[in-house]
């Protein structure tokens, strides 16, 4: 089993930043592959990013390529979304997934495991 706890969700101005940080435990961190997801008002959750477990990989959904970076630290068994250039369609609340294999993953079906959510609202 693994858990997850998301965190750094708020309030945020059009072209400001957030960072939101997911901490993991239960299992060993370093081999989790691990993703963020969001669901907007009245949408279905979509992908926003993914990362390998060794850290090399990472994908991105198209709107968010060059203003979202995913990282993670497996010293601190964190996985953190930083977003920059923030716009009003980013306002979701962010799940971060785990995953029991190594390649990162788009597909929400290939998780895991599941946070509760962090609320981001991005004010025009």
């Known amino acids: 089993q693994v858990q997850l706890v998301e965190s750094g969700g708020g309030l945020a101005q059009t072209g400001g930043s957030l960072r939101l940080s997911c901490a993991a435990s239960?299992?060993?961190?370093?081999?989790?592959?691990l993703g963020w997801f969001r669901q907007a008002p009245g949408k279905e959750r979509e992908f926003v990013a993914a990362i390998s477990r060794g850290g090399i990989t990472t994908y991105y959904e198209d709107s968010v390529k060059g203003r979202f970076t995913i990282s993670r630290d497996n010293a601190k068994t964190t996985v953190n979304l930083q977003m920059n250039s923030l716009k009003p369609e980013d306002t979701a609340v962010y799940y971060c997934?785990?995953?029991?294999?190594?390649?990162?993953?788009?597909?929400?079906?290939?998780?895991?495991?599941w946070g509760q959510g962090t609320e981001v609202t991005v004010s025009s």
């Open positions: 239960g299992r060993t961190f370093s081999r989790l592959a």
């Open positions: 997934a785990a995953r029991s294999d190594s390649s990162a993953s788009s597909s929400e079906r290939a998780y895991d495991y």
